[in-house]
């Protein structure tokens, strides 16, 4: 198993895990839209990282790019579907339809059209190993979470249905399900640039690094391939589950 697609490669824990898959001895297919961002990180990593600008909720592009791919870069045995976002946090009956429609396309859309490209070359090979990135929030409700969260629960079911219509077959699927972690875009995208509003997010909170989501990925793809795991939800000590909320009217 030694080429990986990672898509959301430009930023945040994509970029960590194309370094460490690198560093693994991996060739690394890197996917994002920003052209400039993948160039720089192909200038760091070298010849076995191939940058690939794409935007994953262009099914034809996604098709065409992928079967133009230089032949020492095929085929993929490793997806990680990472590339995803949120927009917004307001309660649902005032969010921006647009960021819905936007988070959709991206989380779940793009997600399905690089696996439903990818899979069947893998089931032809019997060889594989799909890894998404899903979210507490597809697990946790929380105020303002409404269509990520929903995107992200959608990640957890299809990549256990996955499982299920693979079994049998050499092909491995995990749901990497993060909770608070800095050092990314994450946040500065969510709140539409405003980059104060982002940093407040991170104030005093020792947070998961990019780095340690990619050394996950690092542990996960060097198991061994009879070994699946299925889920991994990961949140920083400093991050629980608050429990039920109770609204009480006053007399
Ligand atoms: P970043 O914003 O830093 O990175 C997101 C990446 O996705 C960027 O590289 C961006 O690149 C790419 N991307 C977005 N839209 C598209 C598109 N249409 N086509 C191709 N690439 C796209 O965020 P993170 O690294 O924090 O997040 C990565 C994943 O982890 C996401 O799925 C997120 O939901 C999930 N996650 C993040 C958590 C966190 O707290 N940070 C916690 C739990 C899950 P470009 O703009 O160049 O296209
Ligand atoms: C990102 C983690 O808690 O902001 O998926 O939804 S959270």
Redesign the pocket.
Known sequence: MNIALV?????????AICRKLIDDGYKVIG????AD?LQKLAEELGANFCALP????KKDAVESILLQLPKEFQPIDILIN?????LGLEPAYQANYEDWEIMVQ??IV?LIHLTHHLLPGMVERNFGYIIN?????GTYAYKGGNVYGAT?AFVKQFSANLRTDLLGKKIRVTNIE????GG???SN?RFHGNDEQAAAVYEGVDYIT?EDIANTVSWLVNTPTHFNVNALEIMPVAQASAGLAVYKETK
Do not use: H, M, W
């Open positions: 898509t959301g490669a430009s930023s945040g824990f994509g970029q996917v994002a839209r920003r961002k794409l935007d994953v909720t990472n590339a995803g976002l949120a991206t989380n793009g990135l899903g979210s507490v929030a992200k993060p909770g608070l972690c990314t875009e994450f995208v990019p």
